[in-house]
């Protein structure tokens, strides 16, 4: 059963950081290219971060470049995006996709996990 779980969000300050962790199974973690999203109320889910299956690449949407930074450990499966200088626009749910592309495109998404940013 292919599983992607977000975890680590919540409640912090302006100013604030968080560590979000997204723990894959069920499939070849190593093999998918990975990304954040997130989806603020009202408004379309954007992305966030990239990274490729080995980790050589990021990517980041400009908002979030310098504060953001995502990384991945293939032998716990598990991709992470660390947030630094959180502000109230910063607050969404937050999702991890893998994708890969074998004569087309296999994806995969997490449940999601909020995160706030609030005084």
């Known amino acids: 059963q292919v599983q992607l779980v977000e975890s680590g969000g919540g409640l912090v300050q302006p100013g604030g950081s968080l560590r979000l962790s997204c723990t894959a199974s069920?499939?070849?973690?190593?093999?998918?290219?990975m990304t954040w999203y997130r989806q603020a109320p009202g408004k379309q889910r954007e992305l966030v971060a990239t990274?490729?299956?080995?980790?050589?690449?990021?990517n980041y949407a400009d908002s979030m470049k310098g504060r953001f930074t995502t990384s991945r450990d293939n032998a716990e499966n598990t991709v992470y995006l660390e947030m630094n200088s959180l502000n109230p626009e910063d607050t969404a749910v937050y999702y991890c996709?893998?994708?890969?592309?074998?004569?087309?495109?296999?994806?995969?998404w997490g449940q999601g996990t909020q995160v706030t940013v609030s005084s």
């Open positions: 069920g499939f070849t973690f190593s093999t998918y290219d």
């Open positions: 996709n893998a994708k890969k592309r074998v004569f087309g495109v296999i994806s995969y």
């Open positions: 990274i490729t299956k080995t980790g050589a690449t990021t």
